[in-house]
């Protein structure tokens, strides 16, 4: 912003009439909006028109202005409104040629003290390449690059929430970087193409020596990596912008859709979500997937969730805390995660082609849901639904960026205005983040009995690690621990081991990001287990009935508490069992029973990860020492 100009003062006095400060105000909008609307056009003659158009607006409406600090984020907004108008005109695409012809002397005369800093053919491929750039995307650079506004600021000018800026940023930066590498630019050269494409459009050759891109926009790496793609002449780079600006790994897929039906459930079409019991919405909007620890661990969720009207209705936020809701400025403090509206299964766009083949078999329809196949951890898959961009409908393709520490920048941070209303509609084990549970029941004739502790949000998982002991007749243990998975003797043997997590396959699993139900299905499509799912006559539970060769698991899951409260087994349509799990409120008196079981040796024969399919094992009496 400018600080040599008290302009909030200025906009103040001017908004009740005083003409003096009307003309001060309009001479100083003029000024800098020359240079913003030039760094999106690079047209002179354009400039000219958009800059007095924009102050023409500015003075009719001014009065209209509610927050004067907010003057710049509001004065862009008329300027790139009016740019939008521009480009969607018939007129417009006729005079492109001539326009580009008329552009190139006044752009000549602009760069012509210049020379001493770059080569005269890498200024040509930067500057085309940022003409190639949708207007938003130009629009994102400038304010943040060049004139150092805040996301709050640019989200203001843009109409849209700070999420939403802070990833068309990462988008714009992407495809900056994507028409670079057409001409042979490496990943290393976006940081130096902003400068010197700030340096060609700089007003002077004063503020050209002088500009820097700021270190808010930029990540930390090494400046060899900048003065690699140009000459050396561009050593004048500030050392507050030497840091290359992070796109991260990219892959890209085709287009992204939502869910589908249910066998027990009339197929509903695009995916709907709830945030709260029982309040679906349309598929349509963005939807960010965070991975921290890659594709098969804990999911975080973000979508921000457009209603017919094509506005953001509701705003899901699952991150590492807790689960949001934001609608009708109130957030909702959840127990439980989001689910298909239709109870189908939640797909994500990580899942494999074999099990997302067999979810659309089980399901009666094929989802539109399109899978990326990066590997690794640290992942961010940005997905946007049926979203109109700036000058043309269009539907984003899923793209995936390798993000260090996604959950720490604000990205799944909450964003909703601070005026917004809270309700917490969490229990006492929810909000403590995580609880103890008990197992009890009968099983083939053979009495179990077990206790574990489980996590409910990424966050507590750190601290307070999901662990379980079940013990089977009292000659069998299964033991699921940090080391392992385990099958123990009586006396605290090892007879084999499995892959950590392994007996919590089929049970609830909320540190991982999905509701219970679509966990136990998920797990059961893994292991290639038909389910059917329906819900129960309290409306508060459904059953899920699962299906493996003469064996069935029904499953009673609570949706509002979003756990597992019972499984029944049965074989050849005979129960043979159930289990019952109480998980515990609050923490008070004898808890010596819950203790995770340690000295157990590892040294043993690892075997083959049966998934959810133990549970089978279970029922059939295989667990034997």
């Known amino acids: 912003m400018d600080r040599q100009v008290d302009y909030i003062e200025l906009v103040e006095k001017a908004r009740r009439g005083d003409k003096q400060s009307l003309n001060e105000l309009a001479g100083l909008a003029k000024n800098r909006l020359r240079v913003y609307v030039y760094r999106l056009t690079q047209n002179e003659d354009l400039t000219q028109d958009i800059v007095q158009e924009s102050l023409f607006e500015m003075c009719r409406v001014l009065d209209k202005l509610k927050q004067t600090d907010r003057f710049w984020s509001w004065l862009y907004g008329i300027a790139t409104n009016k740019l939008h108008r521009h480009f969607r005109t018939e007129k417009a695409m006729r005079n492109a040629a001539a326009a580009e012809e008329r552009r190139r002397g006044p752009m000549k005369e602009r760069q012509g003290g210049l020379e001493n800093l770059v080569g005269q053919e890498l200024k040509q491929i930067i500057s085309k390449a940022m003409q190639k750039l949708r207007t938003r995307h130009k629009a994102v650079l400038v304010m943040r690059c060049y004139d150092g506004m805040s996301y709050a600021e640019i989200a203001d000018s843009m109409g849209c929430t700070e999420f939403s800026t802070r990833m068309l940023f990462v988008r714009a930066k992407r495809a900056l970087q994507k028409e670079l590498s057409r001409n042979g630019f490496g990943k290393g050269s976006l940081l130096a ?87 679906p919405t349309t598929g349509a909007g963005r939807y960010r997937y965070s991975f921290p620890q890659g594709p098969e661990g804990p999911l975080m969720l973000r979508a921000e969730l457009r209603g017919d009207n094509g506005l953001t209705s509701r705003l899901v936020l699952q991150n590492d805390q807790a689960n949001y809701s934001y609608e009708n ?116 004739g053979q009495n179990v009995k077990g206790v574990g502790q489980l996590p409910f949000v990424y966050a507590a998982s750190r601290a307070h690690g999901s662990w379980m002991r079940l013990q089977i007749a009292d000659t069998v243990t299964l033991a699921d621990v940090g080391a392992g998975a385990f099958l123990l003797r009586a006396d605290g043997s090892s007879v084999a081991r499995y892959t950590r ?60 508490a979003d756990l597992v409260r019972r499984i029944e087994f049965l074989k050849a349509g005979r129960s043979v069992g159930q289990l019952e799990f109480e998980y515990l409120q609050n923490l008070d008196g004898d808890l010596r029973e819950f203790r995770a079981p340690t000295g157990i040796d590892a040294r043993v024969t690892r075997r083959e990860n049966q998934g959810m399919l133990w549970l089978v094992q279970l029922a059939d009496g295989a667990f034997t020492p």
């Open 329 to 444: 400025d109130t957030v909702s403090v959840n127990n439980h995660h989001v689910w298909s509206s239709d109870l189908s299964v939640m797909r994500l766009p990580t899942d494999s082609q074999a099990l997302s083949r067999f979810l659309s078999r089980v399901e009666g329809k094929a989802s539109d849901m399109q899978r990326v196949s990066t590997k690794g951890d640290r992942l961010l898959v940005m997905v946007d639904r049926n979203e109109p961009d700036d000058e043309e409908a269009v539907v984003e393709r899923p793209s995936v960026v390798r993000h260090a520490n996604v959950l720490d920048e604000g990205y799944f941070q909450s964003d909703w205005p601070v005026s917004a209303r809270t309700v917490d509609h969490r229990d006492a084990m929810h909000k403590r983040q995580w609880t103890y549970f008990r197992v009890r029941g009968q099983v083939s």
């Open 501 to 560: 997590g392994s007996f919590f396959k089929g049970l609830s699993q909320p540190w991982m990001g999905l509701h219970a139900m679509d966990t136990v299905r998920r797990d059961a499509a893994a292991q290639r287990a038909s389910f059917e799912t329906q819900v129960m006559d309290n409306g508060r539970d459904v059953q899920i009935t699962i299906v493996h060769d003469r064996t069935k698991l029904l499953y009673t899951i609570d949706l509002e």
């Open 193 to 279: 193409a902003l400068v010197v494409f700030g340096k060609m459009t700089a007003p002077s050759k004063a503020a050209a020596a002088q500009l820097t891109v700021p270190l808010a926009a930029t990540k930390v790496g090494v400046l060899a990596s900048v003065v690699g793609v140009a000459t050396t002449k561009t050593a004048i780079i500030s050392l507050t912008a030497a840091g290359a600006i992070a796109v991260g790994t990219v892959a890209t897929t085709s287009q992204i859709g939502g869910a589908t039906g249910n066998l027990a459930v009339k197929p509903g079409g695009n995916t709907q979500i709830v945030s709260t019991l029982g309040a």
